[in-house]
């Protein structure tokens, strides 16, 4: 059985009304879908996220 993962934006610190989540096959995928999410509805840009951001937002992907 295949598990898929996902990320629900409102899960992260500071971003609670945001209704985004993202649903994908594989963590890779989530974090592709996770830095487009963060760039259009944030205007963020995710390569200026350090480590520690990494891996509290690593830790938001959740099996679906």
């Not at 350090?50 to 509290?56: H, K, L, M, P, S």
């Amino acid at each position: 059985m295949n598990t898929a993962f996902s990320y629900a934006c409102k899960d992260c610190e500071g971003m609670e009304a945001c209704p985004g989540k993202v649903i994908a096959a594989t963590k890779d995928e989530v974090w592709k879908l996770m830095e487009l999410h963060a760039v259009v509805a944030h205007g963020e840009d995710p390569s200026s996220w350090d480590a520690d951001t990494r891996a509290y937002l690593g830790t938001l992907i959740k099996p679906a």
